[in-house]
């Protein structure tokens, strides 16, 4: 098979996939959208194998990881700020909001937690 079509395929999964947790969730049925997200992933597996191209070489893997890292560093000061922000208007008593601030904060906190304990991992991994 070649790249493009396996472009096609992969974005018409996706948005068959999409439109089952849609139902799913208009059903009320957990187990629906579980089937339909482990259907997709097969799916999807099995198409990637049938790939004839390479789909993944140095620069690619370079585009993700800085993509990566430009995702994690944007989220984690969103959170951060966005918590703040709602822990002080909770205090200056515009709406709850210091509660969900809280947990905003911690979340930021979480993750940049986790994102130094996998580098820690993967340095003492790969020799870095």
Known sequence: ???????????????????????????????????????????????????????????????QNKAASATLALTTVGLAVGGLSMVFLGRQGFGDFEQTGYVLAILANVVLGMNALLRYYYAGRLGG
Do not use: C, H, K, P
Not at 23 to 40: H, L
């Open 1 to 63: 098979m070649e790249l493009e079509t396996y472009r096609r395929m992969r974005s018409a999964i996706a948005a068959l996939t999409g439109v089952v947790v849609a139902y799913a969730v208009v059903q009320n049925s957990i187990f629906i959208a579980v089937a339909g997200v482990t259907v997709g992933m097969v799916a999807l597996l099995i198409s990637r194998r049938s790939v004839a191209e390479v789909t993944y070489d140095e620069r690619s893997t370079l585009i």
